[in-house]
């Protein structure tokens, strides 16, 4: 049995994730102040072009990540073998970005440019499939990493010398590399072994069973391409992209439960999801409460230009609450799947298993997500000429059409686990959440006053994002036994680690 500690390791990754918040805020803020809208919608652009062969990342990431949790020794087969996929990744992105650019006015030099990013981050994938399989909090150190380098780079590619969306590519890249070298020196024991030809045949046997589930990533990626074909402009992109950077914070809230897939993998209990699950909710509402609390200077801070994007923010967050829940649920259902355990398992057996019908229920949803987002832009596109609003109608289909999804995985989620749901906790988190930022909203309103500048704006409008994590705390420290329980927990493994 895997000798994970999930709630050491999900800590971790979630103390991390809120820490990469704040970096990523400050890198966000440094390209959004430097980069035109323009700039800005093509960075968004790329990641959009860039998901068409990053799909196929998992063909050989996700069973590394399976295999070594089991003791299967992998690694070394899985971090080449990637390797090689990364170059041909390399080659069909440029075909991508040629036929593409016939279709824009975007530059093509800078395209091409971007193709750089692939093969880097085709190795970091590889890396972090090894490493999730048997310390899942390294990663997240990796994490730090990345965000040191990166607003370091930035600042002097950036800011310093101007160098636009050409330096913002270079720094993801230097960023990327940091990572590269820690996730090596860290999973060094699991890939210095041998290279096994088995393990790769079989891999590249199951090849469309890590990728299968990717269509969906891709399909909710292709919206960025198909609003700039349809509208011609990358200038709604910059407004997307600032809102989900407001609304992201929400993503780090199911990182609590991430050791929970390669315990059930190693032979976990299910009960392990169950006390976890509780923990998830702990950590959401308050996230949530927070990106609602704070979009309007947070999209201030980001540029006062895209303040006006407030209300796609409204949208966005529950979007990215649902979406965050329902790959946690997801992933949890994969993690108690044994089909790729029998060695004599048939393509039938693939096909009824969990691993094809998770992936299957995903493809519908983005499938209608995508459909939905064509016909309302086809519809709405002569009778607006705002991007902003168009924007607007996009994250609204975004939310209705991820609700359904998100719920129906809950119910495959009791009925596969049975949890017994502490709703009095949960209904304690929500009510928590909401007085503690709706206080702190109030405040804000009133005392808080918006200067263009940062260095006199941020040290007034700081104060207040911690007035209501604290409350948050407090208060759910005085009515609920499990928060006290936690932070003793807490409290109790940094004096052991001191010793």
Request: charged share 15%; net charge positive; hydrophobic share 50%.
């Amino acid at each position: 049995m895997s000798g994970i500690r999930v709630t050491y390791s999900g800590m971790i990754s979630f103390v991390v994730g809120l820490a990469s918040v704040f970096t990523g805020l400050c890198f966000t803020v440094i390209i959004t102040r430097q980069l035109s809208q323009e700039e800005f919608g093509i960075w968004s652009l790329i990641g959009g072009l860039a998901a068409y062969v990053l799909i196929f990342r998992p063909i050989i990431s996700f069973w590394s990540t399976r295999e070594i949790a089991r003791g299967v020794e992998s690694g070394k087969t899985s971090f080449l073998s990637n390797s090689f996929f990364a170059s041909a990744a390399t080659i069909i992105y440029l075909i991508i970005v040629y036929f593409y650019s016939e279709h824009t006015d975007v530059n093509l030099n800078i395209l091409f440019f971007s193709s750089i990013l692939i093969p880097v981050e085709f190795v970091r994938s590889s890396l972090i499939g090894i490493t999730n399989a048997f310390k899942p909090q390294t990663e997240e150190y990796g994490i730090i990493i990345f965000e040191i380098i990166k607003i370091v780079t930035a600042i002097i590619l950036i800011y310093f010398l101007d160098m636009g969306i050409v330096g913002l590519i270079i720094t993801s890249v230097i960023a990327t590399l940091s990572t590269i070298l820690w996730l090596l020196i860290r999973t060094f024991p699991k890939i210095k072994g041998e290279f096994h030809k088995k393990y790769l045949k079989k891999w590249l046997k199951l090849f469309w069973l890590p990728t299968y589930p990717n269509i969906s990533q891709l399909l909710n990626t292709i919206d960025v391409t198909v609003f700039t074909i349809v509208t011609g402009s990358v200038t709604g992109l910059a407004y997307w992209g600032v809102a989900r950077a407001v609304g992201r914070i929400v993503n780090h809230s199911t990182k609590i439960g991430k050791a929970v897939y390669p315990k059930l993998l190693g032979g976990g209990k299910k009960e392990y999801f169950q006390e976890n699950l509780t923990l998830v909710f702990y950590f959401s509402f308050p996230l949530a409460a927070m990106s609602f609390t704070f979009a309007k200077p947070g999209l201030f801070v980001l540029n006062p230009i895209y303040e006006v994007a407030i209300f796609i923010v409204v949208f966005l967050v529950p979007t990215i609450l649902f979406r965050t829940l329902a790959d946690l649920f997801s992933e949890i259902l994969s993690g108690i799947e044994k089909v790729d355990t029998r060695i004599n398992a048939t393509f039938m057996d693939y096909l009824k298993s969990k691993l094809f019908f998770l992936p299957t229920l995903r493809n519908i949803q983005s499938t209608v997500y995508l459909t939905s987002l064509g016909v309302m832009l086809f519809f709405t596109i002569n009778i607006t000429d705002s991007d902003l609003d168009l924007v607007l109608y996009w994250s609204i289909i975004a939310l209705v059409t991820q609700i359904p999804y998100t719920f129906y995985l809950f119910l495959l989620i009791r009925r596969e686990f049975k949890p017994k749901i502490d709703t009095k906790a949960i209904a304690k988190y929500f009510f928590a959440s909401v007085i503690a930022f709706g206080i702190t909203y109030l405040l804000m309103e009133k005392y808080l006053n918006y200067k263009e500048s940062l260095f006199e704006f941020l040290p007034e409008f700081l104060p207040f994002v911690g007035i209501g994590s604290i409350s948050y705390l407090v208060i759910t420290y005085f009515i609920d036994s499990k928060t006290k329980n936690l932070f003793k927990s807490i409290l109790k493994e940094i004096n052991n680690k001191s010793v």
